[in-house]
C-alpha cells in the first residue's frame, strides 16, 4: 500500500490513517462494504458505508493519478524536455487534469497550424522571438527559414506567431490562472437562438439572463445545458478578455523590451482568443455540468433511500387499486406476506358511468377479505379514485384507511419476465395492481425488482451520465438492503441479489433450494445451496434472517461467528431469551468476555430487540380515510402531506389534491441558501401551510414555515434592504422566484410530457 496516498485520503476523511489502512486491507481481502460496516467496526472503527466506498475510490483514483503522473514525466524525459520544474509541479498536482494541462505542450499534435509550422522548419524563429531579442532585423531572420512550403518572410513570420500561439495556451498555470478567474468573476449569460422554437416557453427565464459562474445553480445549470442541446439558446462567457490577453503577453515579454513586441502581442492575443480562451470556456462548462451531474445523481440517490427506507406495513391486507380513465381501475388484494389473493376491474370513470356498480364490488371485495387498507396509484384517475374510495369508505362506515403510493414503474415490473412467470394467466395491467399493493406492504421488497432509473425520484435523470448513476443509484440500493436485511425464506431473487456476498446466480439458487427442499430452518444450510461457497457464507450470513428456526439467533443481525460469544453474553448476565427490552448488561459482567465494544453492542441490541427492522425508525406511509378538496382550503391553514419528489428548487408535496404543492425553497427555512435535500427527502410526512392558492388551475404553494414566522422574515428582509437603501452601492435585481407554472413546465420538460 501506498503510505502517501493513505495519509491524503486519512487527511480528507479526518480519520486515522490506520482506520483507512484496515479498511483497504479488508477490501484487498474480498470483503464487500456491506459486510466491513457492520461486521468489522473493530478495524475500521465504526466506518460507515459511504466512508468505506469513498476510501475505496480515492484510493484507486490516487493510484491512477501516481501512475499518470510517472507516465507523463517518462514521456516528457523521452523527449530531453524533463527539468527540475517540471518534476516539481507533477509532483504537486492533485488532479489528473492538472497533469494532462502539464503535459499539454509535449503531446505532439499533428493538425494545428502550430504543428505545420513546426513541420516547415519555423520553430527556431520562433524561439528567436521568444528569447526577446532587443536588436537584429526580423524580416532577415525570417528570411533564414524560407523554403518550397515557407515562400515568403510574411509566411514566415505567421507561422512563428502560430507556433508561440500554441505556447501561450499550453501554459499550465496561465490556463489555471485564467480559469480560475472566469470561475470567480466570470458571468455566464443566455441568448435566445434566432428561430428557436420553445413552445411551452420552458426556458423562458433564460431567454435574455446573466449571471455570475460563480453563483449559478446547479438546476440552472442543467436547464441550459439542455435548453443548449435543444437548439433553443445560445450560451456564452463574459469576462475581461483585454485584461487576460495583456498578462498572457506580460508572461510572454517578462516584462522586457524587445523589436519584436507587435508580433509576440498579436501571436499572444491569437492564442488567447483562437485557442486559450474557447479551451477554457469549453472546461469551465464541463466542470459546471459535472458539478451539476453529481449533484443531481446525489438528489436522485438520497430521495431513491428514503423511498425504499419507508417503513413496511406488516400483517395487513392490502388492495391494490391501479386507478384508470376508458380502461378501468384494475384491483388486487394480496395478503400480509405479499400472495395475491384475486384481482378484478370496475369502469367508474367511463362517461356517464354509475359508479353503484363499482362501488359495491369495491366493498365486496374489501369485506370478503378483510382488507384494511387500500394502495391508491398516484398516475392517471388518481384522485378521482382516492375520492370513490373515501366514499365507498364514509357511506359504509368502514374501519379501513387509504394511501396515495407512487405507481412509478409499476408497467415497467409488469412487462419483465420475473412478473410473466410469477403472474402468467394475468394482464400486464393487472400485475400493476398487484405491485401497487405490495409497495404498500413493504416497499423495499417490490421496488427492488425495478430499474431504479423508472421510479422517478429524480430531476433530468436523461440527462446525466447513465454510467455514474447506475453506479450511485447501485451503492444506495446496497445500503438499504443490507441496512434492513432479508428474510431467507420469503426474500424473492431480486431482492437477494442484493445481499452482501452474493448475486444473481447465488440468489436463484437460494430460491431453487428453498423451492426443493422447503424453508430454510438454520443459516448453515446455507452450504448447502450450490455455488454458494464458504467465503459467500461469511459475506451474506449475518444478513439473511430466518424466522421460528431451529437456532434463535439466526433470527437477529448477529453474525454466526459472533453466536459463541453472544451465548457467553446472555450467560454472563443471566438472560434465557431474546426480545426482553429491559435487559441490562452490567459493565462487570460484560468487560472480560473478550468481546470488542462495537461487536458487544451490536450484540447487546440484537439480543434486546431481535426483529427490530431498520426502517422502523422512519415515517410510514400517510394514511387517509376521507379526501380534501381545493374549496376546503384557506390560506394560512396547516395540513400534513408527503414528499413526493425533492428538486434544487423545492419539494412537490402530495396533500391530496389533484396536483402536488409546492413547497418553494425560499419557504423551507429561516435560514438563507438552503439545500432543499437537506430539509426534506422523498416519502417524509411533514406538516405544511397553505401560502397560496391558484383555484383555476387547482394549484397550491405551501410553505414549511408557518405564517407568523414569515412574516417575522420578511419584516427583516424589508428592513435590511431599507436600511441599505442610503449607502451608495448598485442594488442586484430582484431574483425572479419560481412559480408554480415555472415548475410544472420545469417537471414537463424534465420528464419528457
Not at 228 to 249: G, P
Not at 542 to 560: K, V
Not at 689 to 708: F, H, K, Q, T
Request: hydrophobic residues 35%; contains cysteine.
Amino acid at each position: 500500500m501506498n503510505e502517501e496516498i493513505i495519509q491524503t485520503i486519512a487527511s480528507e476523511l479526518k480519520v486515522s490513517q490506520e482506520q483507512v489502512k484496515n479498511t483497504l486491507s479488508l477490501l484487498e481481502e474480498g470483503n464487500t462494504v456491506p459486510f466491513i460496516a457492520r461486521y468489522r467496526k473493530e478495524f475500521t472503527k465504526g466506518l460507515d458505508e459511504e466512508q468505506i466506498i469513498y476510501i475505496q475510490k480515492q484510493y484507486d483514483y490516487q493510484n491512477k493519478l501516481k501512475e499518470r503522473k510517472e507516465n507523463v514525466l517518462k514521456l516528457i524525459g523521452e523527449q530531453g524536455k524533463l527539468t527540475d520544474e517540471i518534476r516539481q509541479a507533477v509532483a504537486e498536482c492533485t488532479k489528473l487534469s492538472q497533469v494532462e494541462d502539464i503535459y499539454r505542450p509535449y503531446v505532439q499534435k499533428k493538425k494545428t497550424r502550430a504543428a505545420a509550422a513546426i513541420k516547415n522548419g519555423l520553430q527556431p524563429l520562433a524561439d528567436w522571438m521568444l528569447s526577446l531579442p532587443v536588436e537584429g532585423d526580423l524580416q532577415k531572420e525570417a528570411e533564414k527559414y524560407l523554403n518550397e512550403t515557407v515562400e515568403d518572410t510574411a509566411a514566415a513570420i505567421q507561422g512563428a506567431k502560430d507556433i508561440i500561439a500554441e505556447v501561450v495556451s499550453d501554459n499550465a498555470k496561465q490556463r489555471w490562472a485564467f480559469k480560475d478567474n472566469i470561475l470567480k468573476a466570470g458571468v455566464i449569460q443566455t441568448k435566445l437562438k434566432k428561430d428557436a422554437v420553445d413552445e411551452n416557453k420552458v426556458y423562458e427565464m433564460y431567454y435574455d439572463r446573466s449571471e455570475k459562474v460563480s453563483q449559478i445553480a446547479d438546476h440552472r445549470i442543467m436547464a441550459i445545458d439542455r435548453a443548449e442541446k435543444e437548439k433553443i439558446l445560445n450560451v456564452s462567457f463574459v469576462y475581461d478578455t483585454d485584461a487576460l490577453k495583456e498578462e498572457a503577453l506580460k508572461t510572454l515579454t517578462k516584462g522586457q523590451k524587445t523589436i519584436v513586441e507587435n508580433e509576440l502581442r498579436e501571436a499572444a492575443y491569437d492564442g488567447c482568443d483562437r485557442l486559450l480562451f474557447p479551451s477554457i470556456e469549453r472546461e469551465v462548462r464541463s466542470e459546471l455540468s459535472d458539478r451539476a451531474h453529481t449533484k443531481s445523481i446525489e438528489v436522485f440517490s438520497m430521495n431513491l433511500e428514503k423511498l425504499l427506507l419507508q417503513p413496511p406495513l406488516k400483517g395487513r391486507t392490502v388492495l391494490g387499486f391501479d386507478p384508470g380513465f376508458y380502461n378501468g381501475c384494475k384491483l388486487a388484494v394480496v395478503d400480509e406476506t405479499g400472495k395475491m389473493l384475486t384481482v378484478d376491474k370496475i369502469f367508474p370513470f367511463r362517461k356517464n358511468a354509475d359508479t353503484t356498480p363499482s362501488k359495491n364490488k369495491l366493498l365486496s371485495m374489501i369485506n370478503k377479505y378483510g382488507v384494511q387498507i387500500i394502495a391508491i396509484g398516484n398516475g392517471t384517475a388518481s384522485r378521482e379514485s382516492e375520492k370513490l374510495c373515501a366514499e365507498v369508505i364514509r357511506e359504509n362506515n368502514l374501519n379501513v384507511s387509504y394511501a396515495i403510493v407512487s405507481e412509478a414503474g409499476a408497467s415497467v415490473w409488469s412487462a419483465q419476465e420475473a412478473a410473466r412467470e410469477e403472474f402468467p394467466d394475468m394482464a400486464v395491467e393487472e400485475r400493476s395492481a398487484v405491485s401497487i399493493g405490495r409497495r404498500l406492504l413493504d416497499p423495499l421488497a417490490e421496488l427492488i425488482k425495478i430499474d431504479p432509473k423508472s421510479i422517478g425520484v429524480g430531476q433530468y435523470q436523461h440527462d446525466l451520465p447513465q454510467k455514474a448513476l447506475s453506479e450511485k443509484l447501485d451503492e444506495a440500493i446496497m445500503k438499504c438492503v443490507n441496512r434492513t436485511g432479508a428474510d431467507l425464506n420469503t426474500a424473492s431473487a431480486e431482492l437477494l441479489t442484493h445481499i452482501s456476498g452474493l448475486n444473481s446466480a447465488t440468489a436463484k439458487e437460494i430460491v431453487k433450494y428453498r423451492n426443493e427442499n422447503g424453508r430454510f430452518t438454520n443459516r448453515q444450510q446455507l452450504l448447502k445451496v450450490r455455488k454458494l461457497g464458504p467465503k459467500a457464507f461469511t459475506q451474506c450470513a449475518g444478513f439473511l434472517r430466518i424466522r421460528e428456526g431451529d437456532e434463535p439467533l439466526d433470527q437477529t443481525a448477529i453474525h454466526p461467528e459472533s453466536y459463541e460469544a453472544a451465548r457467553a453474553l446472555m450467560k454472563a448476565c443471566g438472560i434465557t431469551e431474546l426480545g426482553q427490552a429491559d435487559i441490562s448488561f452490567p459493565k462487570e459482567k460484560t468487560e472480560n468476555l473478550g468481546i470488542d465494544e462495537y461487536t458487544l453492542k451490536d450484540i447487546e441490541d440484537a439480543v434486546r430487540q431481535p426483529l427490530r427492522d431498520y426502517r422502523d425508525q422512519f415515517e410510514g406511509a400517510l394514511l387517509k380515510s376521507d379526501v380534501l378538496e381545493i374549496s376546503d382550503l384557506h390560506v394560512g391553514d396547516k395540513l400534513s402531506g408527503t414528499v413526493r419528489n425533492v428538486v434544487d428548487f423545492g419539494a412537490f408535496v402530495d396533500i391530496g389534491l389533484h396536483e402536488d404543492g409546492l413547497v418553494h425553497v425560499s419557504r423551507m427555512s429561516m435560514k438563507r441558501n438552503v439545500i432543499p435535500n437537506e430539509v426534506v427527502s422523498v416519502n417524509d410526512i411533514v406538516e405544511v401551510w397553505v401560502y397560496e392558492i391558484d383555484e383555476a388551475r387547482n394549484r397550491v404553494s405551501l410553505s414549511l414555515l408557518p405564517p407568523e414566522q414569515l412574516e417575522q422574515r420578511d419584516a427583516r428582509v424589508k428592513y435590511k434592504k431599507s436600511a441599505g437603501k442610503g449607502k451608495q452601492k448598485q442594488q442586484k435585481p430582484k431574483k425572479k422566484e419560481v412559480t408554480m407554472d415555472d415548475a410544472m413546465a420545469h417537471l414537463m420538460q424534465r420528464f419528457g410530457k
